[in-house]
């Protein structure tokens, strides 16, 4: 612990903190923004808009995020919501866990603060999906409090201020920037503060050729003085990508009813909906029609390949065959599976590849 606290010392020797806080809150107050979770500082939609904010462009959450709380405009009303109906209105928005964790948390903010959002660090953190970034935005921005709000736009922001050579994909790096950031952050406007510098990183100090003749704490910035700004902050590559081949079927019934199923409860985009899939891995495209009839009960004809689509994942690829499949005999024997008409198919939440399978439907 002597030794971290050491280090922090040891980086921050000679930073101007009071400037640097003086010349990034006042930028950030000229210069910020118009987005509409900006309005006001209410804490329940600080924490929509911060978890649609994970990974995601500010662009696209915008209409998202004015949709939502127009449908779940309060704790209850979303508490009270099915949770396929918060999936529809995430739909598009990719990473659904981020939406069911937000809607289990803000059940247990509802039974057991009163629907009040937690202004406690340690109640706060506890809450399903609330990771330190999440707990650290929602208590400076709503509740003026000075805590870390660390991701990767700031560690990028930050690495380059004080010119740190640490690998920003180490979750010990993590904790390095928070503990800087708490000897660092403004304790009379940390909302301002913490906000300035996620604008900074989105703006200015951007990842690919940083504006740094605009950037407002230009002087306080030791990689910029040593020109080494394009090269940070370090990060480790990420491992490639697996792709994985499909065979997505689409199967109309004489009613003209699709058929689609939901996938299970855990895993990735669990409780979703989608096209009948396969991965081409483990049967030959040749044996779709017995596994279509050992999976579901029903014999089909496959027709000719409607389209290729390609789905990116953090981690995988999916690389889906869309083919249409004529029913020849049986009867629907699926747990997750049923027929729904055309119309009926526009209230089911679907991931973006299926949405695009759903184009060929129509």
């Known amino acids: 612990m002597k030794n971290k606290q050491a280090r922090?010392?040891?980086i921050l020797s000679g930073f101007n903190r009071k400037e640097f806080q003086h010349d990034l809150i006042n930028w950030f107050k000229q210069e910020q923004r118009t987005l509409?979770?900006?309005?006001?500082?209410?804490p329940y939609r600080v924490w929509v808009s911060e978890i649609m904010l994970q990974q995601t462009k500010v662009d696209t959450v915008i209409p998202y995020f004015q949709r939502f709380?127009?449908?779940?405009?309060?704790?209850?009303?979303?508490?009270?919501a099915d949770e396929q109906e918060v999936l529809k209105a995430w739909e598009g928005l990719g990473y659904y866990s981020r939406a069911r964790n937000l809607q289990n948390a803000i059940r247990e903010v509802v039974s057991d603060y009163g629907g009040k959002v937690p202004d406690e660090a340690d109640e706060l953190g506890s809450l399903k999906g609330v990771g330190p970034y999440t707990k650290g935005a929602i208590l400076s921005i709503a509740?003026?409090?000075p805590e870390p709000a660390v991701d990767g736009n700031v560690m990028r922001v930050m690495s380059r201020i004080l010119y740190l050579e640490d690998d920003i994909a180490k979750q010990g790096t993590k904790k390095l920037f928070e503990s800087l950031i708490r000897e660092v952050i403004s304790t009379e406007d940390p909302s301002s503060f913490n906000q300035g510098l996620m604008e900074l990183g989105a703006l200015v100090c951007t990842p690919k050729s940083p504006s740094?003749?605009?950037?407002?704490?230009?002087?306080?910035?030791r990689a910029f003085h040593e020109g080494v700004e394009q090269e940070l902050p370090i990060k480790t590559k990420t491992k490639k990508q697996k792709r994985v081949p499909y065979a997505a079927m689409i199967v109309i019934n004489d009613q003209g009813e699709v058929l689609i199923q939901q996938r299970p409860a855990d895993g990735l985009l669990a409780n979703l909906?989608?096209?009948p899939m396969v991965p081409l891995a483990d049967i030959d495209r040749s044996h779709l029609v017995h596994w279509f009839?050992?999976?579901?009960?029903?014999?089909?004809?496959?027709?000719?390949?409607l389209d290729k689509i390609k789905h990116v994942f953090s981690h995988l690829i999916w690389e889906l065959e869309v083919i249409p499949g004529a029913?020849?005999?049986?009867?629907?024997d699926h747990p997750r599976a049923r027929f729904v008409s055309l119309e009926e198919l526009e209230s089911y939440p679907f991931p973006v590849s299926h949405q695009k399978i759903a184009k060929h439907v129509h």
């Open 293 to 305: 009839y050992g999976e579901y009960g029903i014999n089909i004809k496959p027709g000719g390949s």
């Open 143 to 145: 509740y003026d409090k």
């Open 327 to 332: 029913i020849e005999a049986g009867e629907l």
């Open 273 to 275: 909906w989608e096209f």
């Open 212 to 221: 740094c003749m605009l950037c407002p704490v230009q002087d306080h910035c």
């Open 8 to 10: 922090i010392n040891g």
């Open 36 to 42: 509409p979770w900006r309005d006001n500082q209410d």
């Open 69 to 80: 709380i127009e449908k779940f405009p309060t704790p209850e009303r979303l508490a009270e």
